[in-house]
């Protein structure tokens, strides 16, 4: 697994998904730099070598294939770890589940960078106190209203209806995520998702996952990934 | 087929390669109101019956299964139109490339709608201008150089290295979408992508897509869409 060091970011749902499959898999940017890790290793991966490169982290090698894109990772790894059904409406349905929650990743991203990636929060804050509050007013309702009814059309426990998958590795991380970013809203909204946040809760108590949650494995959420937690934003 | 019937939008995307395989399909939101079509007819059919409910359009239809999220109806209708190889790496390339063009289109978008999605442009212009200008400056070099990138490793003629797939059927619709939504800019980059800008010309003269072009059916680019011309956000 190819993805920048320090941060939970876009990689976690990765991570999520390899550890509770319990999968052996090297993490390129935490290995020292002297053997090719760090964030200088996942750049220089991004550009060595034949065949197709991705456009960012997260990818992933696997038997000599890179893959880009964090869904496009998960539709991979799913049927391999255990954590999808084998069948193809079911695959599709995930799927479509986790380009939803991208959509709402890069939402997320963009209420604290809501004008340039390469510029710093602090040269954007003015446009992204407005981002931010259109964001908590319309979209993470909607987002997140849409996700529990989803859930409880699939019978309330998982997000597909049958084992647990991916999708639902991913609504715990949502949840987490909103709740570091904007724990004043988090709180008001969520008691409208009391399915969602009962899913959230067993994520959480899955035993490998437990472990990995516990572990130094898992960094913490910090002002430099995408769930970032500025108290003005969060009205 | 289920989207906005006023614009090109994310569903020009399917509508390219439903056209260019001449595929048999039903565009709901062209059809009269009367008969379940118009905006209202596919806003219906996100919120009734079973099964898993897209969170936006475009989605399509297809033997009962209801499918969402653009690059998720590429991956379902390109192997069945012939439109991306078999063999599974393809497939992944081409999912890959997809979600890049997904993320780009998210991005074009946002020039015009940086604070909020619900807001008119000219309630959001001011910080539609910095956004756009960051976009043309970094942004739009950095997905179109990568784009020229993976043609050129790739062969130079397919975005797969293979026969014609919906990617390079998406690389025309950027190519047209950018050249409408920032002429001027667009001029100036392009001359750094002149495989990029072949294969575009190249499907352009594909006999179905041709007709299609040419017909009533392709809706002219407007500031309803993703890609649209504001002439001052053009730089």
Redesign the interface.
Known sequence: LFYWPGIQGRGEFVRLALEDAGAAYVEVGRLPEAVGGGAAGIMQYMTIG??????APPYLEHGG?F???T??IL??IGPRLDLVPADE?SR??A???A??V??LV?EVH?THH??????HYED?KP?AL??AA?FIK??MPK?LG?FE??LV??GGETMLGGPTSYVDLEMFQVVEGLRYAFPRAMKRIEKTTPRLLALHGRVAKRPRLESYLASDRRLPFNEDGIFRHYPELDV
Chains 1, 2 share one sequence.
Do not use: C, W
């Open positions: 034949s065949g197709p490169k991705p456009f294939l893959i880009g894109q869904a496009n539709a991979y409406p599709i349905t799927m479509q589940h380009l939803t991208a959509d890069t963009d809501p004008v340039a990636s390469r510029l954007q446009e407005k981002r259109a319309d979209r987002y849409y009814r989803t059309e699939a």
